[in-house]
Structure formats: structure tokens, C-alpha cells
């Protein structure tokens, strides 16, 4: 933990949250019951109130130290290249939904999982992007 906290590492670990998103909403999508599901929610919520705390006292740690301004401005490309993305993904969700609705061929449950999903991937795709970015010093 004395390491000095980079951006890259505190932009990664959105992935984390993403996951634990989709955790979250499997948990709650899920039509069955099983005896461990108990124990998978208590463990995943003890595991994200100690990630939380950990990312809280990293982040202040990066805030204390010097800050990279490249490092910043281009997680500002990426933000915004990624709400583009998330703005055109919700937009075909959206009207998938509508059309498929009338059909009744798609459950309110399959287009939650779409959401969550595309949350995901988002993250996974803005890590990936920030540090390709981050690394060429665009």
C-alpha cells in the first residue's frame, strides 16, 4: 500500500463496481432459490463495503500526491467517448425493447440484463481505452 496510486489503477478498479453491479442485479433478476445465494450476497457485500473503503483511502492518497495532468485530460477523452458510446447503446435498447415489446418477446428482465450488461462493458472498454491512450501519451 505504500506504493505510489496511478490513474490507471483507480480507473480499473470501475471494473470492479461494474461486476459487482451485475452481481447485484443477478441477485435481484434471478427467478430461483438456491441455499448459498444467502451466503453469495453476504459475502459479495462484505467484499464491496471493504473495496470501498480501500478505493476510498486510495483515491485520497492520489489526491495528496502529485496529480498527472495528461493522465486527467485523457480520461476526459475517454469519459466522453464513452457516454457517446452509452447514449447509442441505451438508444438501441431502448427501441429493441419498444419494438420487441409488442411482440412480447422480450421480458422486462431481458432488457435489464442488456443494461447491466452494456454497463459492463462500457467499464471494461473505458479501462482498456485510457490506458492504450495513457500509454501512447496521446
Known sequence: MNK?????EIVGTKIVYAIIL???YW????????GWYETAQYVLAIFLFS???VQMIRIS???KEGI???AEQNLKRCDAICLKLLIGAMVVVAFGA??????????TGTIGWAIVLSILMLSIIRTVMF???DNKGI
Do not use: P
Request: hydrophobic fraction near 50%; glycine fraction near 2%.
Open 4 to 8: 505510489k496510486v496511478s490513474l490507471k
Open 22 to 24: 451485475t452481481s447485484y
Open 51 to 53: 473495496f470501498f473503503v
Open 98 to 107: 419498444a419494438i420487441l415489446g409488442h411482440i412480447n418477446a422480450v421480458s
Open 131 to 133: 490506458v492504450v491512450m
Open 68 to 70: 498527472d495532468e495528461m
Open 61 to 63: 492518497k492520489y489526491k
Open 27 to 34: 441477485m435481484w433478476a434471478r427467478t430461483d432459490w438456491k
